[in-house]
């Protein structure tokens, strides 16, 4: 979502990333904090005592989100849930799990542990910002600290407004699954309210807009539409993930497929492969054992009078872990990672042996077939 992302540091064995999009925020949050925030709250200092100020209340943010984050990651890893990376942007973090809760008491706990996290960190500002001025330090030091402290109660009153995917969404899907016993309904009614709660607050920065406030009308009105998109493309995800939930790779994959003796000259590969069937790239197989893949790229690498010389093995694409996919692997976690590395075909593998193809043509049109049939 949104662009490019680029990796920062580890911490507790989560990937930390930032989105391109955050160092807008972080270049946003320090102007306003330097221009306009600590000048008006503590007036007569010095431009670079504001920058400072603004630049640690800035680092401080990047921290409170990263907490936050953390908090709903350690609790997801703590019930089995694996957590490979958080990634900042622009409207805050996001922890990036691979599958969804399997039961409400879990998404309950994953959920809350972020807006408490929040909540505890703000009284921990607050509480430096009281013991900074009892030890004598200046006003406005305190002051950064007391910011920390109101960002961190604002952070989690707004997670726990209950629209989906905020985390209040969350807390309030958990309470609807444990209720009736039905996920889809439960997301439904969490999602309907994110997407109201993402109209109003559109309708809200409009307002603003209409009436000169322009700088926090577009704030408020890209925020709604952000939560607004999340919240449909939340649901749609959890759609996804349900109808193929408990299928295999192996499900979907076409067995049998064809492939190119690792043997064959490139020469061979052109006339007998490349001419006659209407794929990109064909698995190299020595046996029953996968070896890489061939295309059109590695054919061109070859110098047209070596063609009838060289051999396939020789020319093709090593098997890499990229273009392979085990055939117990699941269904939706097969489907995520062919929309991440944005592949439409991975070779089936069972240990060495290929045993089929996995297209994601395939898989998409079975998504289609069966919405078709059982409409939500
Ligand atoms: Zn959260």
Redesign the pocket.
């Known amino acids: 979502m949104f662009g490019e992302s680029f990796s920062l540091f580890r911490v507790l064995g989560f990937e930390i990333r930032a989105n391109v999009t955050w160092l807008f925020l972080a270049l946003l949050v320090t102007w306003s904090l330097a221009a306009g925030f600590f000048p008006f709250v503590y007036p007569d200092l010095t431009p670079l005592t504001y920058w400072t100020m603004a630049l640690v209340g800035m680092l401080g943010l990047f921290f409170s989100l990263l907490f ?2 953390l908090s ?1 990651s350690v609790v997801a890893r703590a019930h089995g849930l694996p957590v490979h990376r958080i990634t900042l942007f622009l409207f805050g973090g996001a922890a990036e799990m691979e599958s969804e809760p399997e039961e409400p008491r879990v998404e309950f706990r994953m959920a809350i542990a ?2 408490i996290a929040s909540v505890v960190l703000g009284v921990a500002f607050y509480l430096l910002a009281v013991a900074m001025a009892t030890v004598g330090l200046p006003e406005h030091v305190a002051g950064v600290a007391r910011y920390l402290g109101f960002i961190n109660i604002l952070l989690a009153i707004f ?1 726990m407004v209950p629209g989906f995917p905020l ?1 209040g969404g969350r807390v309030l899907r958990a309470a609807l699954w444990q209720l009736k016993g039905d996920i889809r309904w439960a997301t439904r009614w969490a999602t309907r309210m994110g997407q109201g709660f993402g109209l109003l607050l559109v309708a809200l920065g409009f307002a603003n807009f209409i009436a000169g406030n322009f700088v926090g009308g577009m704030w408020w009105f890209l925020i709604g539409l952000f939560v607004q998109a999340a919240a449909t493309a939340s649901y749609s995800q959890l759609l996804t993930q349900q109808a193929l939930a408990g299928r295999t790779v192996r499900r979907f994959m076409t067995a049998d497929p064809v492939t190119v003796p690792a043997d064959a000259t490139v020469e061979e590969f052109v006339e007998e492969f490349l001419y006659h069937h209407n794929f990109d790239r064909f698995p190299v197989v020595r046996g029953e054992r996968l070896v890489g893949s061939i295309g059109l790229s590695e054919v061109r690498d070859v110098p047209r009078e070596e063609r009838d010389r060289t051999r396939v093995e020789d020319a093709c694409e090593e098997r890499i872990k990229e273009n392979t996919i085990e055939a117990d692997m699941k269904a939706d976690e097969a489907l995520n990672r062919m929309q991440q590395s944005r592949t439409g075909r991975l070779m089936v593998t069972e240990g060495d042996r290929l045993v089929g193809m996995l297209v994601l043509k395939d898989l998409l049109r079975y998504l289609d077939v069966r919405s078709e049939l059982e409409p939500d």
């Open positions: 936050h984050e709903h972020g807006p997670n985390d």
